[in-house]
């Protein structure tokens, strides 16, 4: 199965930047919700934010509201993530996931669940102070 690459992880200071990308074409045709996920080594896999691709609406985990702002350019059919004012908590693998279902709580469950959805195969972030 062709799955989307994530780039633009690594190890940055407390308070520092990163930018996280993930293709959005070539491996899912009329993808509706993408998002980046993540997973701190001994815990379970979380949302971090979606985007539908049609209407633009967003959902942020209410940890990274303010600090990561998640963006789709079409022209260059990419996805990202800017992570701002960085905390050790933000460390993890961080996944960029697509689906052809409407954004919602139930179907990030549902992708959560690996019911749904392509996965790429993760890009670490690592967040020293």
């Known amino acids: 199965q062709v799955q989307p690459v994530e780039s633009g992880g690594g190890s940055v200071q407390v308070g520092g930047s990163l930018r996280l990308s993930c293709p959005t074409s070539g491996y899912m045709y009329r993808i509706t919700c993408m998002g980046w996920f993540r997973q701190a080594p001994g815990k379970e896999r979380e949302a971090v934010a979606t985007v539908s691709t049609s209407s633009g609406t967003t959902y942020y985990r209410d940890s990274v509201k303010g600090r990561f702002t998640i963006s789709q350019d079409n022209g260059k059919n990419s996805l990202f993530l800017q992570m701002n004012s960085l905390k050790p908590e933000d460390t993890g693998m961080y996944y960029c996931?697509?689906?052809?279902?409407?954004?919602?709580?139930?179907?990030?469950?549902?992708?959560?669940?690996?019911?749904?959805?392509?996965w790429g195969p993760g890009t670490q972030v690592t967040v020293s102070s």
């Open positions: 996931a697509s689906t052809r279902d409407v954004c919602s709580d139930y179907v990030r469950e549902r992708m959560l669940a690996g019911d749904i959805g392509v």
